[in-house]
């Protein structure tokens, strides 16, 4: 075992996973067949320099297998990172659901998490500006219970008929496959100009949520309106949410697309190497319950996938933990054979009628089906249950499972007609009754067709700087967009949302600013009815503001895995160094040297230290803060590097902490601007280590943005 997984040896899949696993440690290379191999250096030949013989049995196996690796990449959600965990309970939810890993507290449910971009190939950058996705694979002891979510709580759309349409605007043009991994081009906006009930969720997509600063740091949410039921067979609704313990936060755009190019597997390293280092990712699964009676309650339909529950309606109860605390052994067969489903439920949780995860429902086996070739895809490892299958299901593709019975149907008497169904006292699955007395009909409900009042609700919940963001993404998205015609619906469609906003974006585009909220048409209306019923109406939300909804109110109290620049080249003050490093480590933070050459440095006590980048190999966008301890010739070398003072310049307008010390103030007081009121907020100089560390915590200091801009 590995020492990783002596460390969980309590995740029963883990466990279940080691069978599986193979090595090569202290073996000899063998064919697929277990032939020892003696040559991998040459293939068999007719002569020294002679053709290579069809007979070479060990090159053909070995070529054709190479030949064969590539799967199809999922068609949406195609670049993911996965690692796994444990989920525990600090309460019993029995008087809710009757589901085990919510009311069993001593239970360590195990988990395997796949978060990912949606839009981007395999291969695309983390940064892209994209929704994420947040899927958990519970392995519990009643079998597994997938949640499959994002990390926004709306859609954008009402029904899963439009699903194709969606991906097929928002992936690469068809005709030149231009561009990978980003919605800011002509189709995609074309299709979201003419389908405002697009509206909410693009408020999300264009805010800093759609460039997280990490994984971890990130919300997740089931999107859906669920059913939870309990042991006596009554119903609740639910919405999941997952709250990061580290906080929400996010990058700024300039940033996103700089780390693309430095390192476009930010998101995937940054996962990683917290895990590696120990510094377990934590969130909180709350839940929001509403009874069956308040079904109807709200002035939205809890089954619309275009709305949320604000908070202060239905507070998010937090009812266990989920700690990752172990990487994956191998990409392939684990984190790229998941397969996850939003119909894998288990007893105490159900479906509810919202039309999107209706549709969903379908979806997930059948890409499995294509994407992993086989019916057969619940036998990949990863994807096993912990808890045995049994069935009468046989054969196909690839089928690993040596059904030892005699028979493969039921009813049986030959095998006393075993596997036999299960009484739901013993844990047998029977769906929620629910009433249903209805037409067959293709249609939208009256009650899914406000479209603004919650982008309008999302947008007045966002701090200041928050609004900056989003009006400067819609700025580029739409600047991108070649045809005149889909930017104007843009902005018509912006005018329902808020006219301030709107006006800024039709100013940068050169549009004519509006002088009043426009009526932006629906086109997504069958060819038989008439606009009329599907027109789309601005609701009045009881809740104007929402402080859920804004990242300036989220946790800002630890520095726990935040990336600290020191930058420090030979004849640094040791003290300044070793105490700052000293306090990073204290608060689990990473303090990593940039240097002006690599290899070692000597400080001016001759203390040697390894050093981690040099300017050429790193990049402060890489990074959440600058620290430039003093000591006259490291300040003197660094400062004479051009990429050293845009190390810092550009820190500074990112508005991360900047912290220095004795030269290293001077330096850098030389280099950054005052502000208009002193002294800009979060440059931390001469002052106690702890100071700049407690300015780390903070994120960012938006107030800095752009007061003055500085050239970066
Ligand atoms: Fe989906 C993958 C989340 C709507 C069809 N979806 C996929 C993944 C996530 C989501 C996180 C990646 C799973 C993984 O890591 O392997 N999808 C969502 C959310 C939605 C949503 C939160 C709306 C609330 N999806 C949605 C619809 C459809 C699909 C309406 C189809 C009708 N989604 C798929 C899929 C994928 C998928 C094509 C691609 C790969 C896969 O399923 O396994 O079936």
Not at 133 to 140: E, H, L, R
Not at 287 to 296: A, G, K, M, T, V
Not at 331 to 336: C, G, L, P, V
Request: some cysteine.
């Amino acid at each position: 075992m590995k020492e990783n997984d002596k460390k969980n040896s309590q995740n029963e899949k883990v466990d279940k996973l080691q069978p599986f696993s193979e090595n090569g440690d202290q073996e000899h290379l063998s064919t697929n067949q277990g032939l020892k191999i003696n040559d991998n250096q040459n293939s068999l030949k007719a002569g020294e320099r002679g053709p290579t013989l069809l007979e070479d049995f060990i090159m053909r196996e070995k070529i054709t297998h190479f030949d064969h690796e590539r799967i199809p990449e999922r068609i949406v959600h195609a670049r993911g990172s996965g690692a796994h965990g444990i989920f525990e309970l600090y309460e019993s939810q029995q008087n809710y659901t009757k589901a085990g890993f919510l009311t069993d507290t001593s239970r360590k449910t195990p988990v395997f998490v796949r978060f990912s971009t949606v839009a981007g190939s395999r291969g695309s950058t983390d940064l892209a500006r994209d929704v994420r996705g947040f899927s958990v694979k519970f392995y519990t002891e009643e079998g597994i219970y997938d949640f499959v979510g994002n990390n926004m709580p709306v859609f954008f759309i009402q029904d899963a008929i439009k699903f194709p349409d969606l991906i097929h605007a928002v992936k690469p043009e068809p005709h030149n496959e231009i561009p990978q991994a980003a919605s800011a081009h002509d189709t995609f906006w074309d299709f979201i100009s003419l389908m405002p009930e697009s509206t909410h969720m693009v408020m999300w997509l264009m805010s800093d949520r759609a460039i997280p600063r990490s994984l971890r740091m990130m919300e997740g949410f089931g999107v859906h309106t669920f059913r939870l039921i309990n042991e006596a067979g009554a119903s609740s609704f639910v919405k999941f949410h997952w709250k990061p313990l580290l906080g929400v936060h996010s990058v700024v755009w300039d940033e996103a697309k700089k780390i693309s190019g430095n390192d476009p597997d930010f998101h995937r390293r940054d996962l990683w190497d917290a895990i590696e280092s120990g510094t377990f990712p934590e969130w909180e699964l709350g839940l929001q319950i509403i009874s069956e009676e308040d079904e109807h309650k709200f002035d939205f339909d809890i089954l619309d996938p275009t709305k949320l529950i604000p908070e202060e309606l239905v507070p998010v109860i937090p009812v266990g933990k989920m700690t990752l605390n172990r990487n994956p052994d191998n990409f392939f067969a684990e984190t790229e054979q998941v397969a996850f489903h939003p119909g894998h439920i288990v007893p105490g949780i159900d479906f509810t009628n919202d039309p999107l995860l209706q549709g969903r429902l379908f979806s997930y086996t059948d890409t499995q089906l294509s994407r992993l070739g086989s019916p057969n895809f619940h036998e990949i490892p990863i994807n096993r249950p912990i808890n045995g299958v049994h069935n009468n299901q046989r054969d196909g593709h690839m089928r690993q499972t040596i059904n030892t019975s005699k028979t493969s149907y039921e009813p049986n008497s030959i095998s006393e007609n075993y596997p036999a169904q299960a009484k739901v006292a013993d844990g047998g699955f029977s769906s929620y009754e629910e009433r249903i007395d209805a037409r067959k009909i293709r249609a939208r409900s009256e009650s899914f067709r406000d479209h603004f009042s919650q982008a309008k609700l999302f947008y007045n919940s966002q701090s200041e700087a928050e609004k900056n963001h989003l009006t400067d993404a819609l700025r580029f998205e739409l600047g991108k967009v070649e045809r005149e015609e889909i930017r104007k619906r843009m902005v018509g469609i912006l005018t329902q949302v808020d006219l301030e906003l709107a006006s800024k974006v039709a100013e940068a585009l050169g549009l004519e600013v509006p002088s009043g909220p426009e009526k932006p048409i629906n086109h997504s209306v069958p060819a038989d009815a008439s606009q009329e019923d599907y027109e789309s109406k601005t609701g009045s939300s009881k809740i104007k503001v929402s402080a859920a909804l804004s990242m300036e109110n989220t946790i800002k109290d630890t520095i726990k895995s935040r990336q600290i620049a020191v930058l420090a080249t030979d004849g640094v003050n040791s003290e300044q160094l070793q105490e700052l490093i000293k306090a990073a480590q204290a608060g689990s933070a990473q303090a990593k040297i940039v240097a002006t050459h690599n290899g070692h440095i000597k400080d001016d006590k001759g203390v040697i230290h390894k050093v981690d980048f040099t300017f050429l190999t790193t990049a402060s966008v890489l990074f959440d803060a600058v620290y430039v301890p003093g000591g006259k010739l490291s300040v003197n070398a660094i400062k004479a590097e051009a990429d050293a003072q845009h190390f810092v310049v550009e820190a500074f307008k990112h508005c991360k902490a900047i912290g220095s010390q004795a030269e290293g103030t001077e330096w850098i007081s030389q280099l950054l601007p005052d502000g208009s009121n002193g002294k800009p907020a979060g440059v931390i100089t001469n002052q106690p280590v702890q100071k700049f560390l407690n300015a780390v915590s903070q994120h960012r200091f938006w107030e800095r943005e752009k007061k003055p801009d500085v050239p970066a």
